[in-house]
């Protein structure tokens, strides 16, 4: 798996522990090993500027998804599909607003926002009331996995 995490955000970003995260997730979604994915951290007006570019909103958003090759998850007994998964644009400075207000901090808000974006990169939305269900109960399964394997080490 080739996962490039890449800070311009001017924030401290532990990028080991982003791509380890990245890779546990793609590995447990069953993404193909050769799969890439790009992560980037930028400040607020480059996010703002991308969410008015591509989502056509404005102002700064937490995290943006930019599928490339629209692979889905893997399924068992049969050999995922390779490709590039896409690009996650990261926003730290929202990231650290939001985790304050959950009460959980900047970390925990980065982690989520991660797992959030590569469910959506693999074909995850919440536009719906039963898609939003879905995938965030496939988001909060996958990090509270990621933080019991983290916490026991």
């Given at each position: ?10 924030h ?10 990245s ?43 930019f ?41 925990a808000?980065?982690e ?42």
């Amino acid at each position: 798996m080739s996962i490039e995490v890449l800070n311009e955000s001017g924030h401290e970003l532990d990028v080991k522990a982003l791509a380890g995260l990245s890779r546990f997730v793609m590995d447990a979604m069953r993404v193909h090993p050769l799969a890439e994915l790009c992560i980037k951290a930028v400040d607020e007006e480059t996010i703002a500027q991308l969410n008015e570019q591509w989502m056509e909103k404005e102002g700064p958003t937490d995290v943006l998804a930019f599928p490339m090759d629209e692979l889905r998850p893997g399924l068992v007994n049969e050999e995922p599909e390779e490709g590039v998964l896409g690009d996650l644009v990261l926003c730290p400075e929202v990231a650290r607003r939001q985790g304050e207000a959950a009460g959980h901090g900047t970390e925990a808000e980065i982690e989520l926002l991660t797992v959030h974006g590569i469910l959506h990169l693999l074909g995850y939305d919440h536009a719906e009331p039963e898609e939003h269900k879905t995938m965030f109960a496939l988001q909060d399964q996958l990090l509270a996995r990621w933080r019991a394997q983290t916490s026991a080490r």
